[in-house]
């Protein structure tokens, strides 16, 4: 199974770098690494997505290592705003895996 | 505007009696699929589709039905709900399996007495 782990929670103050890993030891060759932010009652959307080494839109950061076993976010400067859950999401066998999700909390 | 809808938003039933959840898109996807969500489990897939007609189980399917007999609407059915069924579900569309983004649904919580 294509499982995904990540930590329950973080804290971080604004300004700030954030960086969350998710492990997805069991990650098919041709898989890519998606990561979706879920806000209270809405549903989770998309943030960024990548195959292997970096990559970088407006929002977000996305590393992985060559063995492609793990990926990290990368929130630069968090905002207030920023306070969300964060989830990790890999493919496998036609089903998507969503990690338990990382709660962000952002201070001021 | 694109989007995926979901009805209801909220749902208060009582055991054995039989539901379903409208689940519709507009932006022509091919893979539609149903989550629930619960606390410190993440999100969990019941069922997905991978066009009309076509439909399978996730991970979590024991006591859901799905059809797919249009491309745009993919209902989740509850024949007999039961407690352990209650939950906040999403309903989310792909382009197509694999890498796409999926769209997600606003969400309906469902409360079974």
């Known amino acids: 199974l294509a499982k995904t782990t990540q930590p329950i929670s973080m804290d971080s103050y604004e300004g700030q770098e954030v960086n969350i890993t998710c492990s997805h030891n069991n990650i098919a060759t041709n898989d890519y690494i998606t990561w979706y932010q879920q806000f209270p009652s809405q549903g989770p959307r998309f943030i960024i997505q990548?195959?292997?080494t970096k990559v970088t839109n407006e929002v977000a950061s996305l590393f992985i290592p060559a063995d492609r076993k793990s990926s990290t976010l990368s929130l630069p400067r968090v905002s207030l705003s920023d306070t969300a859950v964060y989830y990790c999401r890999t493919y496998n066998f036609n089903k998507f895996y969503f990690g338990s999700g990382t709660k962000l909390n952002v201070k001021p | 505007e694109a989007q995926v809808t979901q009805n209801p938003r909220y749902l208060i039933t009582v055991t054995g009696k039989k539901l379903t959840v409208t689940c519709s898109q507009n932006?022509?996807?091919?893979?539609m699929s149903w989550y629930r969500q619960d606390p410190g489990l993440g999100l969990r897939q019941i069922y997905y589709s991978m066009n009309v007609e076509v439909t399978d189980k996730g991970d979590v399917p024991e006591g859901y039905k799905v059809s797919r007999k249009e491309k745009r609407n993919f209902p989740l059915i509850l024949e007999s709900p039961s407690p352990n069924q209650t939950s906040l579900y999403f309903c989310?569309?792909?382009?197509?399996?694999?890498?796409?983004?999926?769209?997600f649904g606003p969400g309906t919580r469902l409360t079974v007495t």
């Open positions: 989310a569309s792909s382009l197509s399996q694999g890498r796409y983004e999926q769209y």
């Open positions: 990548g195959y292997k």
């Open positions: 932006m022509n996807h091919e893979y």
